[in-house]
């Protein structure tokens, strides 16, 4: 009989952020979203800034922001080793918000040609992606 789930470990460098059995799994993988469901090919891939979304072996549907590192896929186990990811339902909107605007306001102290300038946008990306997903998937009120 083929299995229809699979182990899921979303990790950062901190804290394991999810682990259980799930049916399927998208995710911003660095050329694109990606798509694994049980049985799915051995795959080793960077991933992007965006949505994680799986749901679970229960039928919830569960929104990571995720911001880069690996997704490794093998023998019915898939583990994102993330640079930073967080739950929707645990993004706090208040700090991602104040994240936004310090990126915002210290891109428009630098000119265009500034590492810091490409620090800044890189930080507000993070934070509209966190914003966005924490709104549209229930992350902590404002």
Do not use: C, K
């Amino acid at each position: 009989m083929m299995a229809t789930r699979f182990q899921l470990e979303v990790v950062t460098p901190d804290r394991t952020v999810f682990s259980g059995e799930v049916v399927s799994l998208v995710a911003p993988a660095a050329a694109g979203y990606l798509g694994v469901l049980a049985n799915h090919a051995p795959l080793l891939t960077g991933l992007g800034l965006g949505e994680a979304r799986a749901t679970d072996a229960e039928g919830r549907d569960l929104h990571f922001a995720v911001s880069g590192g690996f997704l490794q896929v093998a023998d019915n186990h898939a583990i994102m080793l993330a640079d930073a990811t967080e739950r929707a339902d645990e993004i706090d909107i208040a700090r991602a918000e104040a994240a936004r605007r310090r990126a915002e306001a210290l891109r428009a102290e630098r000119p265009r040609s500034d590492a810091t300038f490409a620090v800044a946008e890189a930080a507000l990306a993070r934070a509209v992606n966190r914003l966005r997903i924490a709104r549209e998937h229930g992350g902590a009120p404002e």
